[in-house]
C-alpha cells in the first residue's frame, strides 16, 4: 500500500526566512509526485509534477526536489501570500490514475 | 480560463436525505475523480472515470454512494441515504490521461456537505 508522509504538520515562518517542507513516500514503482497548494475554502491547485530521482522544477520562490524516498519543496524568501496548505501525492505505476496524498503541511508566512 | 466546476458549492441536509453532486470537468479531460476531504482522513480518492467508463471506485461506500457519467461534460456523486459522518468537502477533478503520459489532476472548487 502506498504511504505518504509530510512534515511537518505546521510551520510558521518570518517574512523572507527560508526553508523546506518534507514529503517522504513508500510506494512499489514511483510513476509520479505532485505537489499541490490549497487555500482555506478551495480546491487543490496544482504546482509540480515529479518524475525521477534527481529532478528539480521551479516556480516563483518555490523549488521542488525529488530522490527515491522523499520529496523536498523549498520555500525561498516567502511571502505572506505563501500561506496555505502544500499537499504531497504519488502515483503508482501499478494502481491507474490513483493519487495517494499526505496529510499537508500548514505553511503560515508572518509580515 | 478553463477549470472544474461544481454544484452546489454548500449543501446542508438532514440524515437520511439524498444528496446529489454535480462536477462539469474541464472540456478535452478524459479523466474524472471525486475525492473527499475531513480533518481526520485528509484526501482520499473515492471513484474515477475514464471516457466516462467507471476505473476505479473502492474508495466508495457502495451501500449508499454512487457515482456516474451521464455525458463527458456531466459527473454525478450521489449519497443516499446521507449520514452525519458523511460530512465532509468532496471534490471532483479532472485530468487529460494519454498512453505513458504522466497526469496532472485539477480540481475544483468542492462541494462542502454537512449532513444534521
Known amino acids: 500500500e502506498d504511504q505518504v508522509t509530510q512534515s511537518p504538520e505546521a510551520l510558521r515562518l518570518q517574512e523572507g526566512e527560508s526553508s523546506s517542507l518534507n514529503c517522504s513516500y513508500t510506494?512499489?514503482?514511483?510513476?509520479?509526485l505532485f505537489w499541490y497548494r490549497q487555500d482555506p475554502g478551495k480546491g487543490p491547485e496544482f504546482l509540480f509534477t515529479l518524475y525521477s530521482a534527481g529532478e528539480e522544477k521551479e516556480k516563483e520562490r518555490l523549488k521542488a526536489t525529488l530522490t527515491k524516498k522523499e520529496s523536498f519543496l523549498h520555500i525561498t524568501a516567502p511571502k505572506p501570500e505563501d500561506s496555505a496548505t502544500y499537499l504531497c501525492a504519488v502515483q503508482d505505476a501499478t494502481s491507474g490514475s490513483r493519487l495517494t496524498f499526505g496529510e499537508g503541511t500548514q505553511l503560515t508566512v508572518n509580515p | 480560463d478553463a477549470r472544474v466546476t461544481q454544484t452546489p458549492r454548500h449543501k446542508v441536509t438532514e440524515m437520511g436525505q439524498e444528496v446529489t453532486m454535480r462536477c462539469q470537468p474541464i472540456?478535452?479531460?478524459?479523466?474524472v475523480f471525486w475525492y473527499r476531504q475531513t480533518m481526520m482522513q485528509g484526501l482520499e480518492l473515492l471513484a474515477y472515470?475514464?471516457?466516462?467508463?467507471?476505473?476505479?471506485d473502492s474508495g466508495m461506500p457502495k451501500d449508499r454512494f454512487s457515482a456516474e457519467m451521464p455525458d463527458a461534460t456531466l459527473a454525478t456523486l450521489k449519497i443516499q441515504p446521507s449520514e452525519p459522518r458523511d460530512s465532509a468537502v468532496y471534490f471532483c477533478?479532472?485530468?487529460?490521461?494519454?498512453?505513458?503520459?504522466?497526469?496532472?489532476?485539477?480540481f475544483g472548487p468542492g462541494t462542502r456537505l454537512t449532513v444534521l
Open positions: 472515470f475514464r471516457n466516462r467508463a467507471p476505473l476505479d
Open positions: 477533478a479532472s485530468g487529460l490521461v494519454l498512453p505513458r503520459s504522466y497526469n496532472e489532476q485539477f
Open positions: 510506494v512499489s514503482g514511483l510513476r509520479g
Open positions: 472540456l478535452g479531460h478524459n479523466t
